[in-house]
Structure formats: C-alpha cells, structure tokens
C-alpha cells in the first residue's frame, strides 16, 4: 500500500516523468518491480542515470531529496550519494510536505 501511495505523490510522478520513466512508473506494483524496471530503463547506456544527473543540476532542494530517493529505491544508491553531494541531512532537513513523504517511504521500501 505504501509503495502505491508514494508512486502517486506529485514529485514521484513528476520527476518520472522528467526521466521519461512515468509510464514504467505506474505499471510497478512494488519495490522490486520498481527496482527492475528501472534498471532494465536505464539500459546499457545508462540514459536514466545520465538524465537524473542532468535533472539534479536545476531541480530545487526538494526535488533532489526525492530524485535521491528514487535513485536509492532502484538500486542506484552510488548515483543518489553523486548527485546529493554533501550535506544529505540537512538537505532532508529542508524538505518538506509531498517530498518529505516521498523520501521517507522510498527509504523505508516496506
């Protein structure tokens, strides 16, 4: 239940969409299908990883949290270290509301 819930939320869906993963985003029914999905879209090429690197340099503090979050939840935690750079805790600290939501339940995963 809580994985449909966070795929829901505004900034989850948001930022999928920015990586081009909204339609793969609404068919996962769980974590580990979240996971799998979103390596098998990043490919070879690594294109979804090369787009959150891009989406990070102009998305806001909250955005970060949860494109961090995301990351982490498809099994790209190096990736969510790289783009969070310093400061991941005060950068939790600010945020807020939907974003805040969307980090906390990507990391609990349960």
């Known amino acids: 239940m809580e994985f449909e819930r966070w795929k829901a939320l505004p ?5 999928a969409k920015s990586l081009s993963f909204d339609a793969e985003l609404l068919q996962c029914k769980d974590w580990d299908e ?6 098998a879209a990043n490919g070879d090429d690594g ?26 939840a498809g099994d790209f935690s190096h990736v969510a270290d790289e783009i969070s750079q310093v ?20 990391i609990k995963r349960s």
């Not at 979240?34 to 390596?39: D, E, G, N, P, W």
């Not at 294109?47 to 990351?71: D, F, N, P, Y």
């Open 34 to 39: 979240y996971a799998k999905r979103f390596i």
């Open 11 to 15: 900034p989850v869906a948001n930022l």
């Open 47 to 72: 294109h979804m990883i090369e787009a959150a690197r891009r989406l990070s340099k102009t998305a806001s503090t909250g955005e970060i949290s949860v494109l961090a979050a995301m990351l982490h």
């Open 87 to 106: 400061g991941v805790w005060s950068r939790f600290e600010r945020t807020r509301g939907d974003h805040a939501e969307a980090v906390a339940l990507a």
